[in-house]
């Protein structure tokens, strides 16, 4: 019988995080020429925390942990920790320029906290700073304990299948959408040095929507019922940015469909509601598009007929090799920022691949730094998204908010990208949420 039944605790899982700990706590008691260092691989963007990334540079301080009688830990939550005897700084800090290098991708690696620490990496002189060192190892250990926990106490998720889907589909029904709708401005770099907002994109944040529609099921297992699902959405979406009440109308909005939900009555309803008022520009993701050739053509017609536009949405150095952008004639191409795309290489196959389609018809997203933003003007895009514009919004609107004192940044920034809910509620100045002000461009 489980010995849970008779009412025991489960048994403590040994995580590296215990291992650490205890090992943090021996070394307190011998402290001289002992050093530590933490990377802090947590924080990487999950789309840069990849698994086999993660054990090369566990693997690339192996070497360290040998040569200098240390102990190396790969934590649950993705972050390394060594503790190293008589190290010297130039070594250690030869190990981390390599995984900057590694990583170079993400933000993470060249950008520091507001108070100038390294984000990435911190050191350990464990002869003078072990209190702050062994503080850090104890609140790894109860970070890990409640993620068990919460594993423990999570429901179990089921995939996407045609039994549950009815059960999703009714769940639209009640569910506040509005809720789980986030925008974000796609800004258009003038000639006269100054940045305006050329539409608003406004999406469904995945992650949010598991969570209030589904939480006991994995929606995206399935690609083509959830293809169906968000169908459904599409046109919940329509409805709730035609009720939004926006104190000012965006100049566009720019909203990611299915094919078919341009041919649906909601979208036509949408459509005649903002006809004069404001620009539509409709976002096709290219896997939709090889399904069902003929449906695009007809939407992207109808569209252009009207005075709307369309993007060619997902691209990046490597979709761009097998296929022609010019052959599907939309407005525009999004491209999504990578750190490679500096490459003089890289940069070399997308002059070749855009040249003829026009790099002012490309709307760089994912910008994330200014240097992405800077690659971008030099190639002679002119559209560009992402979330260091989104903070450079933010941090004009609250120069010019009366009510700024009363918020911080992140605040702002956050109460930009939501169109319902508290987060907007709470905000001293709706009307500056609406406004998104003329930004000075960088050159």
Same mark, same amino acid.
């Given at each position: ?42 924080? +990487? ?36 920790? +060594? ?7 130039? @070594? ?34 464990? /002869? ?16 890990? =304990? ?13 995939? !996407? ?8 589909? /009714?769940?639209?029904?009640? &569910? ?31 992650? @949010? ?24 959405? @599409? !046109? ?11 104190? =000012? ?19 036509? =309803? ?22 069902? !050739? ?8 109808? !569209? ?19 296929? @022609? ?77 009366? =009510?700024?004192?009363?918020? &911080? ?16 509620? /709470? ?17």
């Amino acid at each position: 019988m489980n010995a849970t039944a008779f009412g025991d605790k489960p048994k403590e899982i040994v995580t590296s995080e215990n291992l650490l700990y205890d090992a943090a706590e021996r070394v307190g008691r011998i402290r001289e020429g002992r050093q530590a260092l933490h990377l802090h691989l947590s924080r +990487l963007l999950p789309a840069n925390r990849e698994e086999a990334k993660i054990r090369i540079a566990f693997r690339m301080f192996e070497t360290m942990a040998d040569m200098f009688r240390g102990q190396l830990f790969l934590l649950t939550n993705s972050d390394i920790v +060594l503790i190293c005897k008589d190290a010297r700084l130039a @070594d250690l800090d030869a190990i981390v320029y390599k995984l900057r290098a590694l990583f170079s991708k993400d933000p993470l690696t060249y950008s520091e906290s507001e108070d100038g620490e390294d984000r990435f990496v911190t050191f350990y002189d464990l /002869e003078s700073e072990y209190d702050p060192f062994f503080a850090t190892c104890v609140q790894l250990l109860n970070d890990a =304990k409640m993620r068990i926990a919460q594993a423990r106490n999570a429901p179990q998720i089921q995939p !996407l299948d045609a039994r549950n889907l009815t059960k999703v589909l /009714e769940r639209i029904g009640v &569910t506040d959408i509005a809720s789980v709708v986030r925008r974000q401005p796609c800004l258009h770099f003038t000639e006269k040095q100054t940045a305006v907002v050329a539409f608003q994109e406004f999406y469904m944040s995945i992650m @949010d929507l598991q969570k209030v529609l589904a939480p006991d099921v994995n929606i995206l297992a399935n690609r083509w019922l959830f293809q169906h699902l968000s169908q459904i959405l @599409d !046109l919940r979406v329509l409805s709730v940015l035609q009720d939004a009440g926006f104190r =000012k109308l965006p100049t566009a909005f720019s909203l990611n469909l299915n094919m078919a939900s341009v041919e649906t009555t909601m979208f036509r =309803k949408f459509e005649a509601a903002i006809r004069g008022k404001a620009g539509l520009v409709v976002e096709f993701q290219l896997i939709d598009i090889f399904n069902n !050739l003929d449906q695009f053509f007809r939407a992207r017609d109808f !569209l252009r007929s009207h005075g709307h536009k369309t993007v060619l949405d997902g691209m990046s150095p490597i979709t761009l090799q097998f296929m @022609d952008a010019e052959r599907y004639d939309c407005d525009f191409v999004k491209l999504n920022w990578s750190g490679d795309m500096a490459d003089d290489v890289v940069t070399s196959e997308l002059h070749h691949a855009l040249g003829p389609y026009g790099f002012d018809r490309v709307i760089l997203a994912r910008c994330d730094t200014e240097a992405a933003i800077s690659w971008g003007l030099n190639q002679g895009i002119q559209h560009f998204q992402g979330r260091f514009l989104d903070s450079m919004v933010a941090a004009v609107t609250m120069a010019q908010c009366d =009510k700024a004192s009363a918020c &911080t940044l992140a605040q702002c920034n956050q109460r930009h990208g939501v169109i319902s809910g508290h987060l907007r509620v /709470e905000c001293g100045n709706n009307d500056m949420l609406d406004l998104f002000p003329t930004l000075r461009a960088l050159r």
